[in-house]
């Protein structure tokens, strides 16, 4: 892979970052990946390819790319830590994505960034609008007096991550950047925060994949922005999804986020040590944060959530564990019952912690019918995950075979190819 034509434009009151990306070992045609940044905020860093490495990294290593060539200055502290991060995600994902253990990809740049000079501390944090993100938001905002250098003075909105793909489309895209980020406006006002719309296409480096992308690319995607954002940005948060004791393989851990720093620019993963219902009830108490509350990927112009959703369904649970439901105004309703709860929610890898949560929490609240509904739908994952064979063999296969089973089916594709015991023993 070689990365290249790093350049920088601007237009109006857009600024726009952009380079060539170029596959050497994969049939995948050349691609220009930009990062557009709205506003003339003067946060743009076109003085080394830092955003397109990191950027390129999960995809290059996915597909098999022996080496990423950069033509052009790159952070030499940036290279050791990807060169880490790229080492944890081969190691969790070497026997799912068919790569032998130890695989990594080379980093060969053109020069290295040789002027690294300390510079003032301006934090920011990325801001989808959802319960994860105002509570970083909201917990640094009331531990951080004004005028601390560790407060957050930007929030930083990405369009083209979570909307790229599983989100029906709701008209033009732009009609639907345009009304997240006015959705954002009350939020940044009354936190008294610089908001910072982006809008990237990085997921064309073969992160069309929805579950690929979440599993290797969703943080370093981030971690490309925040580079993108260094001229001035020097700390950038990343909102916890998962609580601590929930940490699994993903595309945003706390081991590997931080791996996406460079020297000037140092990323940090947030608040995983907080469950999900505190935070709801932090985020409930804000009630401007409470109302302009985003968590739908079936969102678009006029519907902020559709309040039928799963992850609608997810945090209206958590809300109505809190108290909060009926404080918001953030959903087409705030309706639930078991009927939707049943046909509608769905207990997971991801959320199989937080169906405890919301159980306990349920039946705290009164709701105990509801709470029964999550506990059917807990059972009913855990039932269908043990009569998972095909996992139970691939678990086996990985960490007691070496990946030997799916070595020798792969070559030995036809099954009525395989030498058969009786045919052993009679030819003998």
């Not at 989100?167 to 910072?196: H, M, S, T, W």
Request: with cysteine; glycine share 8%; hydrophobic share 40%.
């Amino acid at each position: 892979m070689q990365i290249f034509d790093l350049t920088a434009s601007s237009d109006e009151d857009v600024q726009t970052l952009s380079a060539t990306v170029a596959w050497e070992d994969n049939d995948r045609e050349n691609a220009e990946v930009f990062f557009q940044v709205y506003g003339n905020n003067g946060l743009i860093n076109s003085s080394n390819y830092n955003a397109f490495l990191v950027a390129c990294v999960p995809a290059a290593l996915r597909y098999g790319e022996r080496r990423i060539h950069i033509d052009g200055p790159v952070c030499p502290w940036l290279v050791n830590n990807l060169t880490t991060m790229m080492a944890y995600f081969n190691h969790w994902y070497w026997y799912d994505q068919g790569r032998q253990p130890g695989d990594t990809v080379q980093i060969e740049a053109k020069s290295y960034v040789s002027d690294e000079t300390p510079r003032e501390p301006r934090v920011g944090a990325f801001f989808s609008g959802g319960v994860d993100s105002l509570y970083t938001l909201r917990r640094n905002q009331l531990a951080m007096p004004e005028g601390h250098p560790g407060r957050i003075r930007d929030i930083i909105f990405l369009h083209g991550f979570d909307v790229f793909g599983n989100r029906p489309k709701r008209g033009p895209e732009l009609d639907a950047f345009q009304y997240f980020i006015k959705e954002c406006e009350p939020v940044a006002r009354d936190a008294n925060v610089n908001l910072i719309p982006v809008w990237t296409n990085v997921r064309v480096l073969g992160m069309e994949d929805n579950g690929f992308f979440v599993r290797e690319c969703c943080g370093a995607v981030l971690g490309a922005v925040a580079h993108a954002l260094s001229e001035k940005l020097t700390d950038v948060f990343i909102a916890s999804s998962h609580h601590l004791s929930d940490i699994a393989p993903y595309g945003s851990t706390p081991l590997t986020d931080p791996r996406l720093s460079s020297l000037n620019l140092r990323m940090h993963y947030d608040t995983e040590h907080i469950k999900r219902i505190e935070k709801v009830k932090v985020v409930g108490d804000w009630q401007v944060g409470l109302d302009h509350l985003r968590v739908c990927f079936e969102g678009g112009p006029g519907t902020l959530n559709c309040g039928t959703c799963e992850k609608c369904l997810r945090t209206k649970l958590a809300l109505l564990c809190a108290y909060r439901l009926d404080s918001t105004t953030a959903f087409q309703n705030n309706n639930l019952s078991v009927v939707l709860v049943l046909k509608g929610f769905e207990v997971t890898e991801a959320t199989v912690s937080l169906s405890s949560e919301l159980i306990h929490g349920l039946r705290q609240a009164g709701h105990h019918n509801l709470a029964r509904a999550v506990w059917f739908k807990r059972v009913f994952y855990y039932a269908k995950k043990s009569l998972d064979v095909r996992g139970v063999c691939s678990w086996v296969d990985k960490h007691l075979l070496g990946g030997r089973m799916k070595y020798w089916f792969s070559r030995n594709p036809n099954p009525k190819m395989l030498p058969s015991p009786h045919r052993s023993l009679s030819s003998q």
